[in-house]
């Protein structure tokens, strides 16, 4: 009888914990040659939230595919003709990602789509994170034109792009390759960004870094900017030494060009900051630093040819250019080809530098 008890027991716990929960599956979806994407939409939406799932797809999706409250969700070999939006999911990756349209993430955490390859934008909004572990975009024609790329990282949102190219058509007034705003924070480590109006920009109390990991970064043949920072972002490139390079694996040292970018190199405006570490600023027609209307600007290590103009940088309207080598000074300085055009009441200096400048008021 107490034999009995304790198996009546035991059977009504195991009643109490319910039906084990399916373990995580992978399914394969075919979109076939240009077939519509509601067949992969419909697989995400059975999905749901439920986690640690992955779809296959193959063949060439086309429409558009939302992806919302998912959690730990695999998307793999994705070729889309179309939108592909994300929101409010966690953990989403979207490996060998290609796509020819508009990709939004919208209060998305930790998104990771590697080796995409997208022909047309990107919107990281709504405090969204997301890294880019190799991305190429570029422009593409259709039936309406021609058309420029663009990576937008807004809204309080953190982005982090490794290996990007960004190519325009060199063609369009008023675009911008990569852009960060908001309060945003927008982490680039090497690549290229070429053919646009301006190659990168903060904005609105936005940051970005550009730091070189591995490889060198350049941001050439751009319209009229290479970088510009104002309404207080911040823009901080810097390259690395033969030890910092030594120290990441990589062989240096690495740096980063701004050159042949139309009008000005560097663009610090509106209560804009920059800062410039080995960099190499060169080949434009009127600034290769402009400072101005209250913003500041500190330079290290780096090379600022003359431009068309005659000298290397401008600085206006209350604004501020330093050279300061911090840890590696006093020795160490920047060259600069050109003087210096200071007016009104901004200022030019030296400070743990032996950076050698000359000063001129009058800017041709």
Not at 56 to 81: E, K, Q
Not at 116 to 131: F, Q
Not at 197 to 223: E, H, R, Y
């Amino acid at each position: 009888m107490y034999r009995r008890m304790i198996v009546s027991g035991v059977i009504s716990l195991g009643a109490l914990l319910g039906p084990k929960i399916a373990s995580a599956t992978t399914y394969t979806v075919n979109c076939g040659a240009n077939g519509p994407a509601s067949v992969l939409q419909s697989q995400i939406d059975a999905i749901g939230s439920a986690p640690g799932n992955t779809i296959a797809v193959t063949g060439t999706c086309n429409g558009s595919v939302t992806v919302t409250r998912a959690d730990t969700l695999t998307v793999s070999n994705l070729s889309l003709t179309g939108s592909l939006d994300l929101y409010s999911s966690v953990m989403v990756s979207i490996p060998n990602l290609q796509l020819t349209g508009e990709l939004s993430l919208f209060n998305t955490r930790q998104a990771t789509l590697g080796d995409a390859v997208i022909n047309g934008t990107v919107t990281v909004l709504h405090g969204s994170l997301v890294n880019l572990p190799g991305l190429t975009m570029s422009s593409w024609s259709d039936s309406s034109g021609d058309h420029d790329p663009n990576f937008s990282c807004v809204g309080e949102s953190e982005c982090t792009v490794s290996q990007v190219s960004l190519s325009g058509s060199g063609k369009s007034v008023g675009t911008i390759g990569l852009l960060a705003g908001s309060s945003s924070r927008l982490n680039v480590y090497g690549g290229s960004i070429s053919g646009f109006d301006i190659g990168v920009q903060a904005w609105n109390n936005a940051i970005i870094f550009m730091n070189p990991t591995c490889a060198d970064f350049k941001i050439g043949s751009n319209l009229s900017t290479g970088v510009r920072t104002t309404d207080g972002g911040i823009v901080k490139i810097e390259g690395l030494s033969d030890a910092d390079a030594a120290a990441s694996g990589c062989k240096g040292p690495l740096h980063v060009s701004i050159v042949n970018n139309g009008r000005f190199g560097v663009l610090a405006d509106g209560g804009g900051n920059a800062y410039l570490y080995l960099t190499n600023v060169s080949g434009h027609s009127i600034d290769n630093i402009r400072v101005q209307h209250g913003s500041t600007v500190r330079v290290r290590s780096s090379t600022i040819d003359a431009a068309s103009s005659g000298r290397s940088a401008r600085v206006a309207s209350q604004a501020h250019l330093y050279f300061d080598e911090q840890d590696n000074g006093p020795a160490a300085s920047s060259a600069l080809a050109g003087p210096v055009c200071v007016t009104g009441t901004s200022s030019v200096d030296t400070d743990n530098s032996a950076t050698v400048i000359t000063t001129t008021t009058t800017c041709p």
